[in-house]
Structure formats: C-alpha cells, structure tokens
C-alpha cells in the first residue's frame, strides 16, 4: 500500500519503475558484466591455448630446425665442408654463441617493444641464416650464418616462454611450459627420418637443401607467430588460464619494470649457475649423438636417425609430465630429480657401449629432455610475476647460453685427443650430476606459486 501510494504521487505506474531507473538499472547492469573470460576459464574458448599452440610451434622453428637440425646434418656436412670434429664443434659454439649474445636481450626486448613483435623478428632471422647455411661454402661462412640463427633463436625463444607466463597463471604455468618446449620434440621426430632421406636423394648436395627446407618453414612460422600471438590475456579482456576466481583482474597499464628487482636478488643468479649444467651437458650428448653412434656403435646414418627420432617420440609429452610434477611437488626436487636421470643417460653412453645400452640412454634422456629449460620458465614466472619473466629468464638463460657454447668445442677437442667420444660423454655425466646437487641448495619453496599471483595482480 506504501509503496503504491509513493508510486502514485511521483507520477509513477504501480509495479513500474520510473524511466530514469529502468535506464540506471540498465547502465549498472552492462557496467557489472565482465569483459573478460570468466575468472580461471580453462576451456576450449580460451585464447591462451591458442598462444600455447603457437609458441609450441615457434619453439619448434626455434629450437627444433633452427639448433637441433645441426646434429642430424652434421655428418653429411663434415664431409662436404671438410670439417674435423673440432670445427664440427666449433660450428656449433658459434650458433650457441649468438643465441648466447641475444638471449638475455630478447628478453629486455620482448618487455619493452612486446614479445609478439620481437618472437617474430628473431624468428624471421632464424629463417634467413638456415637458408644461408645452405649456402656456405667453407667452416667460416658456415658458422657465421649458424651464430645468427643463433641470435635469432635467443630473440625468439626466451620471450615466447616468457609469453606463457603471462597466459597461464601460476598452477598452470609448469605444464604450459612443458608442453611449448615439446616443439623440440616434434623437431626430433620430423628430423629422424627425413634428414637421411634427403641425404639419400641429393647427394652431395643433400645437406644444403635440408637447411633450405628447414629455412623456408621458419620463416612461415613467423608469420604465424606475427598474425596470432597476442602480448597480454588483458589485451583481449580476458584472465589468465587458471587465474584465481577469487582475484580481480588486473586493472590499467602494466607497471615500469624494476629491473633490479631481477638482478639483485640472489636467488636468480643460483638459479643462473644450476641452468648452466643443463646447458653443457646435454648440448654434448645431442651435438655428437649421431656421429658417437656411426663413429663408435657402427650404426649407419638411417639406423642412427631412427634413435634420433625416438628421442623426439620419448620427450614429446616429457616437459608437459615434469611441468605437472613442478606444479605438484615443487620445481626444486622437480630439477634434481630430472639433473640425475640425465646423468644417468649420459653415463651409459660409454658404460654400456652396446645396442642394449645406447636405447636406455635414449629412452631415460627422451623422458627428460626438454623438462629443464619448462621449469626454469615456469620458476621465473614464479619469483617475478609475469611482467619481468621474460627478463628474468633471459638473464638464466644467458648463463645456460655459456655452458651451451662450452660444450661442444671442449667435446670436439677431447674427442679428437683421445680418438673417442666416450671421456667427453664422461664430462657431460659428471657436469648433469652437480647440477642435481645444485638443484637441492636452490632457496625455493612451495610458497613461490601462491606469491607468484599477488604480485602479478598488484603488479
């Protein structure tokens, strides 16, 4: 009655609201209605795995044809350009030593230019150098080219991984990690088979039209990255896969980044010295695993292809399966645990020198083999929220870089003095097994993953 009553004197219609109201309501209601993907959207809708898709494929351009490519050509090239084991060694430092100069840039680059615009250039120049690989015609050319590929992968890998912390929120940061470094091993499956093939086809010439190949695909590769990354979930109004429901979403212009909040805390430069033990001992193992197994087992190129292959076939799912166990039991044990089994692998290399012992070598390696640089992503991500992972993981990676550059020379040196590869594979063993020492001292705890979100969110 009170309220009919009120609603006759201002004019009103009973059970009608007023004009003004009905329009405030209305305002109020397209106000409170979120522009973003409801809060912690894992599903199909999600444009975060559209960015994880993507930087899987740049890690394969990358990584995959743009480093790994060299171990199966390798052979093929030694003898075309008359390369001892050395110089073979030597080729590969100078691709190692460009990705070494450019990783920690890429990452300042990809926080102040934006990772979409910097991925795609480094991976246009990855493009460009595997194409004018093809081209050499000496040692010198060749590493010259191989050093700014080099270059190209560091501008294009650290920021892509940095990329996904920004996508994925900390609970799912380990597996997005995991699965975008699988791009190697797709590299690895494609590579096995297909590198002797065209060997076989071309002769002479067959390793220059498999760095012509291998450029052509990268550099449609960073057409796809230019067209389809995105910098920031925000910039299509969403919220980071997994992201907190109960968190609000982040709101304005991401922070000035404070790099000494990077370089000055003492935790990353530990984190810096165990990533350098992942660097120098696998880059040994995959550099010369072709040419160790025809040189040592008595494999043929096609039989050494085929366990090639099944280390991409192995590692295909291990980053996304290491990347889980980091988000579950934390990425300290998460890296000795990896660190040991690498040792492990290494070692049985020259301790079972047999069939028998070459494919458990492959098989405990395959199992483990990207899921080192994933969970350094994924702890970067952790400490520095995902404004400054991109810096942060390029400041590690730079140390990584000086072990990867270390290694094969000094691998190709031994190998030559002592006529084997076995003391080299030694090296990498004990090198992997002090990084699993080192994993146990890091100062990490659990508590990084919860942290790691109040900060992105208060930037």
């Not at 926080?111 to 050499?136: D, E, K, N, Q, Y």
């Amino acid at each position: 009655m009170t309220t009919d009553r009120q609603n006759n004197e201002t004019g009103t219609p009973t059970g009608r609201a007023a004009p003004n109201e009905s329009r405030q309501a209305s305002e109020a209601l397209l106000t409170a209605t979120p522009t973003y993907a409801p809060p912690g959207c894992t599903g199909p809708g999600h444009y975060g795995w559209v960015i994880l898709a993507v930087g899987t494929l740049v890690v394969f351009g990358s990584l995959g044809l743009g480093r790994f490519s060299y171990s199966a050509v390798l052979p093929a090239m030694q003898e075309g350009l008359g390369m001892d084991n050395r110089l073979g060694g030597a080729v590969a430092t100078a691709n190692l030593a460009g990705y070494l100069l450019f990783c920690l840039i890429g990452g300042i680059l990809a926080v102040r230019f934006g990772p979409r615009r910097v991925i795609a250039a480094g991976l246009g120049l990855v493009g460009v150098s595997l194409i004018m690989t093809g081209t050499a015609g000496s040692v010198a050319e060749a590493a010259a080219w191989r050093a700014l590929a080099g270059v190209g992968s560091g501008a294009s890998n650290v920021p892509v991984m940095g990329l996904l912390a920004a996508w994925f929120a900390p609970r799912r940061r380990g597996l997005a990690t995991g699965v975008a470094v699988a791009g190697s091993s797709v590299a690895l499956i494609v590579l096995g088979p297909l590198v002797p093939r065209i060997l076989a086809s071309f002769g002479d010439a067959g390793w220059r039209v498999c760095w012509f190949g291998f450029g052509g695909t990268t550099l449609v590769l960073a057409v796809a990255a230019a067209v389809f990354l995105r910098d920031r979930p925000e910039d299509l109004g969403q919220r980071p896969v997994g992201a907190d429901p109960e968190q609000p979403p982040p709101a304005g212009s991401p922070a000035r980044p404070r790099w000494g909040d990077v370089y000055t805390r003492p935790v990353v430069w530990l984190l810096a010295l165990v990533y350098v033990a992942f660097g120098f001992s696998y880059i040994i193992y995959l550099t010369f695993f072709n040419r160790c197994l025809i040189s040592e087992g008595g494999y043929s190129e096609a039989r050494a292809g085929q366990l090639f292959m099944a280390i991409g076939w192995l590692s295909l799912f291990c980053g996304l399966i290491w990347g889980w166990v980091s988000d579950v039991i934390g990425r300290k044990p998460a890296l000795a645990i990896v660190y040991a089994i690498q040792a492990t692998a290494f070692a049985l290399f020259p301790l079972w020198p047999e069939p028998t012992g070459f494919l458990l070598s492959v098989v405990l390696f395959g199992l483990t083999a990207w899921s080192i640089p994933g969970i350094m992503a994924a702890t970067c991500g952790d400490l520095f929220g995902a404004k400054l992972a991109p810096a942060a993981l390029g400041f590690v990676t730079l140390f990584f870089g000086f072990g990867q550059a270390a290694g094969p020379v000094a691998a190709g040196a031994m190998a030559d003095a002592y006529d084997s590869f076995w003391p080299a594979l030694w090296l990498s063993a004990g090198v992997a097994f002090l990084g699993a020492v080192g994993s146990l001292l890091l100062p990490l705890k659990r508590a990084d993953h919860a942290a790691s979100g109040v900060r992105e969110s208060s930037g």
